[in-house]
């Protein structure tokens, strides 16, 4: 017969029992809302148009800055022979976005309760693979939310200047208002990010429609850059050959550059849970609408940047989108409306982007936490049902990361994208393996997208880590493994604990208890804290019960004697300990060595504590009871019992 029981939660309390809240509480709750109960979590869910929000601003904010990086590279080369050549590099990084799409689609159907490189990895090569899939992916997401902040930092200091000295702090302030945002919970983040997400679309589908409408039918103007002032110096180059000229290792640095617009196309599959219901059907419709907005966007503008000859600016304002915006609208009065609203839905969707990262890492870093290889902190849903750990871990990591690289998405590009397609690699090679292991129906079709994908990933990648090393790439080249050794190694640190608290748990539990039971009460002063710890030792009848004074003062400790004999406390020993090196804790973990001696006694001590209603009456005293605590709690068979007495209110 079970022994055991189960009830719904904690029966009602009478009206005169009070339970108090912290003042930490009564502020989460008062920021963050009520809490949310974990059955409300598939109530948390999302739809295909605020999925789109949440997943995909990340993706769809690249096509603001993919041709700008791609003529940073080409312009100062090859002059005005880049302007034929961005068009092409864009077309062949869609090929690679296209095939990256038509991976996650088999990624997300085969894996729809939480795809994503780092399970598809781990259930196919195993957990050490994996780890340099998720590593890769959570220095990547950290990158994101920082490149992301400071273009669109950069797209606010385009239309206001006078903000462009202050870049850092504007930037850390978005990263924490996004991060408070998801702290409110999914469904919330969800509704405050969606509106900006299609504000940006709407503007992009104006720009586009009405650039190219004016390149097919009437006329636009053609910006002569060169010589301008803080424009990136033009180039000179041949314009002959297959490359204009332009050396091959540049054009493959253009591509890498560019190669932040495929960024992001994981993040539906890691977040199929999030999805309504049929998950996988709504995550993949959601993935084809990403992609094919991304494609088009990108493609747009590096067909008005090659038609209107636009440069990027040295300092990074204004930015290529921007100039863009100008030349197709010009300055009237509604050019001038039209081009605000993009810059105003630029920058939105720029310093949103970075919500696909705090909506994605969370997750993942719960996935690695609960094989064992993170901080077993990060597997906790907080007061609204969201990762809220990792929200906060990453918010720190990405706004430090602003700081050091000053706001400048110049300082920060050549960090970014190695990660994600590191991660791309790994889990299109792990869903080649998946088909080839499993052979469902149509495994043929799948292991040849899946697989070009990966060799599609595969090259990419060692294109950016060649082509970038220089620039910052190496840092993640370095870092990467790093982290995984430590992760490793944390692993092997939880699989060891497990180890030791779970072999032969039932026989730990059953084992004889000691014949012996003694009690030491640590008295300081004869005050109602320490009346209130005798009172309760009284309670656990041992079979021995003493106090215990460490006399660091001898004429202190004869003063508590004499009070104790006056108050007729005598049933109860008094032991006063001569401690002449003032260290108190040293002198109780003597103590109740002694009391242990013969391993057949248990012994608990018990020590007062007060506990304060303010919290800065706690720097008013010192701690000596956690000391203590830390010592004693090294020894075996002895435990440490802290019996608190509470202020009243008149203590302000």
Known sequence: ?????????????????????????????????????????????????????????????????????????????????????VVPITVALLVVLGFLILSYRQTIKAYPTAGGAYIVTRDNFGLLPAQVAGVALLSDYVLTVAVSVAAGTAAIASAFSPIAPYSV????????????????????????????????????????????VRMLFTHLPVEHAAGHEGVVPFGHGTGQGLFMGVALFKILTAFANGGAAVTGVEAISNGVPAFRVPEWKNARETLVIMGTSLGLMFLGLSVLAARLHVAPYESGTPTVISQ????????????????????????????????????????????????????????????????????????GASAFLVVIADAKVDNLIGLYAIGVFTSFTLSQAGMARHHVRLKEPGWRGGLFINGTGAVLSFVVDIIIAVTKFTHGAWAIVVLVPVMVSLLVRLNRQYEAEHHELEHDARAAAEAPILPHHAVLVMVDSLDRSTARAIQYARTLMPDELKAVHVAAD???????????????????????????????????????????????????????????????????????????????????????????????????
């Open 324 to 395: 863009i915006g100008r030349l197709v609208y010009g300055r009237g009065g509604i050019g001038t409306g039209l081009w605000i609203s993009l810059q105003a839905g630029t920058a939105l969707i720029l310093i949103l982007a970075a919500n696909t990262s705090f909506a994605d890492f969370p997750r993942l870093a719960s996935f690695h936490a609960g094989d064992n290889f993170m901080p077993k902190q990060l597997t906790k849903r907080g007061h609204r049902l969201v990762f809220s750990n990792g929200i906060l871990a990453l918010a």
């Open 169 to 212: 702090e504007v930037s850390v302030a978005f990263i924490a208002l996004i991060a408070y945002g998801n702290l409110r919970g999914v469904r919330e983040s969800g509704r405050l990010f969606a509106v900006p997400t299609y504000f940006f679309i709407l503007n992009m589908v104006v720009l586009l429609g009405y650039g190219l």
């Open 554 to 652: 001898l004429d202190r400790a004869e003063a508590l004697a004499d009070e104790w004999r006056r108050l007729g406390l005598t049933r109860i020993p008094l032991e006063l300990v001569d401690c002449p090196d003032r260290r108190i804790a040293r002198a109780v973990l003597e103590v109740v060595a002694e009391s242990l001696a013969g391993g057949r006694t248990e012994v608990s001590v018990l020590v007062p504590r007060r506990e304060y209603r303010r919290f800065w009456h706690r720097f008013l005293h010192d701690r000596t009871s956690d000391a203590i605590a830390d010592v004693v709690a090294q020894l075996p068979h002895a435990n440490v019992t802290f019996v608190p007495y509470h202020f009243e209110e008149v203590t302000r």
């Open 1 to 85: 017969m079970s022994t055991t029981t189960t009830r719904p939660g904690p029966l009602p309390l009478p009206p005169d029992i009070p339970l108090p809240e912290s003042r930490a509480y009564r502020i989460k709750r008062r920021l963050l809302g009520p809490p949310l109960h974990t059955d409300q979590l598939a109530h948390e869910r999302l739809g295909k148009p605020t999925a789109l929000a949440v997943f995909a601003s990340d993706n769809l904010s690249s096509s603001a800055y993919a041709t700008e990086e791609i003529l940073k590279v080409l312009v100062p080369v090859a002059g005005v022979a880049a302007f034929a050549l």
